[in-house]
Nanobody, 124 residues
C-alpha cells in the first residue's frame, strides 16, 4: 500500500492550494480516502478535512472548512485531489491523505493507513 501526497509548498494568503494523493497497492473500490492536517507544534487533527468514498463516490466535508474545500478523484490515475481556497496562515500545516475502510471518514481511525504528508505554508 502506498499513498503519496504532493502539491504542497508556499502559498500566499487568499490564494488556493491543490493537493494530490497518488494511491497504489490496494483495491480502491473497497476504501475511502480522507484528508487530514497537522499544524506546526500540534497533533494531527482528529477531525478530517474531507473524504471521498470509492465505493459510491460520496463525499464529506468538515463543516468548518466546507465552504472552502473541494475533493475529487481521478479513477484512471488512482489520484485524489483536495482543493482549499481563500487560505490563511492558519491553514499552514502538513496535509495527509489516509486510506480507510470506513465509508465516511469524519475522524481519524485506528486502522487508517497514512501517507507521509505534504507541507503547506501560507504566508501573510
Amino acid at each position: 500500500v502506498q499513498l503519496v501526497e504532493s502539491g504542497g509548498g508556499l502559498v500566499q494568503a487568499g490564494g488556493s492550494l491543490r493537493l494530490s494523493c497518488a494511491a497504489s497497492g490496494f483495491t480502491f473500490n473497497d476504501f475511502t480516502i480522507g484528508w487530514f492536517r497537522q499544524a506546526p507544534g500540534q497533533e494531527r487533527e482528529r477531525n478530517g478535512i474531507s473524504c471521498i468514498s470509492n465505493v459510491d463516490g460520496r463525499t464529506y466535508y468538515s463543516p468548518s472548512l466546507k465552504s472552502r474545500t473541494s475533493i475529487s478523484r481521478d479513477t484512471s490515475k488512482n489520484q485524489f485531489t483536495l482543493q482549499l481556497s481563500s487560505v490563511t496562515p492558519e491553514d499552514t500545516a502538513v496535509y495527509y491523505c489516509a486510506r480507510s475502510d470506513r465509508r465516511v471518514v469524519v475522524t481519524k481511525g485506528p486502522d487508517d493507513y497514512w501517507g507521509q504528508g505534504t507541507q503547506v505554508t501560507v504566508s501573510s
